[in-house]
């Protein structure tokens, strides 16, 4: 059986390009915006993101795991302006989950789904699924409103039976189970106000019913860490759009080739980076066979 490859990137903060609509001022969005003003919209630029998605394009990759993050604010415009640029992107079979930012109010929550349907692969309850050959891309939704001040996630007891059953069915079929998730899902790689409140539940979950990767995004950081106690890899990546600079920051993406082995898989994830002459280059490799890892090594 060949290796398959899979492209994951996350938080690609597409630039803002209308203000809020007066029914959509909120003070959180207010603030959102505020930061936006200030110092995001100086870091996040289309540029380096044009970059990203053209390197994506040039490896042809099978799949595409996005984790989250295409709005600023939340608002009705920029959930078009998004779907209009997925669709500009022509990539393969893509799996989106949604970032906080996503679901920054409670406002119109399932209209705005609809406009991403196609990507988001469900009607209404998570976790999604996508199928393609020996590869099940699992979407987890941690993006739920929060306090002014706070970007945490929660997954929710509903969604994580669901999940424990879907991973048991999709392991049960031999499939490589890659789980998708916006919130990191470990301890200590972004603050508190920003973590997963149900962060022992997950990891409870993954303990008992398995998986061979989790994807994130969220901490705009390169990052390799593991589920305790296993030897699940949990792979975070930079903003999609990010200035370059430090390679910990500086947009870039994961290349991920699954190799099937005697019993198991063999994973390779290769960091790509964008540099400050705007070139993508290679980053570090790190290559996963069942065996315990140790926790939070950057990439």
Known sequence: MPFFQIAHLSDPHLPLAEFPALDEIRFKRILSLLSWTLKRRHLHKAAPLARVMDDIRQL????????????NLGLRSEFRRARRWLEEQALPPTLLVPGNHDALIRQNATGKAALWAEWLKTDASFPSLLVKDHIALIGVNTAVPTRPFFASGKMGAAQAERLRALLHKTGREGLCRVVLIHHPPVAKLVSRRKGLDDLALFQSILREAGAELVLHGHSHRATLACIPHTDIPVVGTTSASHSAGSPATAAGWNAIAVHPQAGHWS?????????????????????????????????
């Not at 980076?273 to 280059?281: A, F, N, P, Q």
Request: glycine share 8%; no cysteine.
């Open 60 to 71: 042809q990759p099978e799949l595409v795991a996005l984790t989250g993050d295409l709005t």
């Open 267 to 299: 994973i390779t994830v290769l960091r790509r980076e964008l540099g400050t002459d705007g070139i993508m280059r290679d980053g570090l490799t790190r290559v996963f066979t069942p065996h315990r890892l140790s926790p939070s090594i950057r990439l």
